[in-house]
């Protein structure tokens, strides 16, 4: 009998999943989507910056203001998925008690 902690699964990836996602397998993906993230962002501010804008509030002419109204309405909407999950969650014994034994009887 082998060992079933080293037989290995066979790769049944779809292949044109592994030619788009397979680079953040790589040891420092995650370091170049943070970075690169990073400096997007900073691009995109800056370039807000440089952009005549025609708005109605004057809130709105504050360098960021929609990157800040962002950050703030997708943390309202995170943090009030706590509250909402505990409201519709249902108890474990919703349908009854568990029978007993394996057949349901």
């Known amino acids: ?9 066979p790769d049944k990836t779809d292949p ?4 788009l996602f397979g680079w953040v397998e790589a040891k420092n993906a995650g370091q170049f989507i943070f970075w690169g993230l990073a400096s997007l962002s900073v691009v995109l501010f800056l370039a807000d910056a440089l ?19 962002g950050f703030i309405s997708f943390s ?12 519709l969650r249902q108890k474990p014994n919703f ?3 568990e029978p007993d034994g394996e057949d349901g009887q």
């Open 1 to 9: 009998m082998t060992d079933p902690a080293s037989t290995e699964l």
């Open 16 to 19: 044109m999943a592994k030619a």
């Open 51 to 69: 952009i005549d804008r025609h708005y109605k509030e004057e809130i709105e002419g504050i360098t960021g203001f929609y990157a800040f109204y």
């Open 76 to 87: 309202f909407v995170v943090l009030m998925g706590w509250p909402l999950g505990r409201l």
């Open 95 to 97: 349908y009854g008690d």
